[in-house]
């Protein structure tokens, strides 16, 4: 029995490139977003039933070595597995309306000036910000008389999507 584990990063690219799918997919950003929100037996299904069309277009056979399609799979598929794709001007709304700009755009509040250039938000690390920053995020907005934001998973993966654009007047 096989065993499929994903692997946060690998080999990916290199084997992206030497299977050939760079001739079809130009990169493997390309190719994720078109998985992106699939389950992995979604990704199994199109896979299998992309070898004929394959072998349509004149792409030869390319026969993998073991741990190769895991590298292959999770540089596309398991790296965006926990994204979601939103927008970022809904979510720069999102950020406005539920008060976000009161702290995050006030140098004296202590809280970071958001968006931030170069740094990477992703539902894992809006958790991770919860868990370390909520206690005195929840006083500090106590304090100023505002309520606790609410978010459905749309208006998150829209404010995650915001937070990391490169928006105009950032640094």
């Known amino acids: ?4 584990r994903i692997e946060a990063a690998g080999a990916g690219d290199a ?3 030497s299977a050939g799918c760079a001739k079809c997919h130009q990169t493997v950003d390309a190719l994720a977003a ?9 990704i199994a299904a199109e896979m299998w039933n992309h070898a004929p069309r394959m072998a ?3 792409a030869p056979a390319v026969k993998l070595a073991p741990g190769q399609m ?17 927008h970022p001007a809904s979510g720069n709304r999102v950020f406005a309306s539920k008060n976000c700009t ?5 140098a004296s509040s202590g809280a970071p000036r958001l968006p931030i250039q170069g740094r990477d938000f992703s539902g894992a690390a809006m958790v991770s910000v919860l868990w370390r920053h909520g206690p005195r ?10 309520a606790w934001p609410r978010f459905d998973g749309a208006q998150m993966a ?14």
């Open 1 to 4: 029995t096989g065993v499929f």
């Open 15 to 17: 084997v992206f490139q």
């Open 34 to 42: 078109q998985v992106q929100g699939k389950t992995l037996t979604e």
């Open 56 to 58: 349509a277009a004149g």
């Open 70 to 86: 895991r590298d292959l799979v999770s540089s596309f598929w398991a790296a965006k597995f926990f994204e979601d794709s939103g």
């Open 102 to 106: 009161v702290c995050h755009n006030d």
């Open 137 to 146: 995020m929840l006083d500090q907005m106590k304090s100023k008389g505002l």
């Open 158 to 171: 829209d404010l995650i999507a915001y937070l990391n654009s490169n928006h105009p007047g950032h640094p």
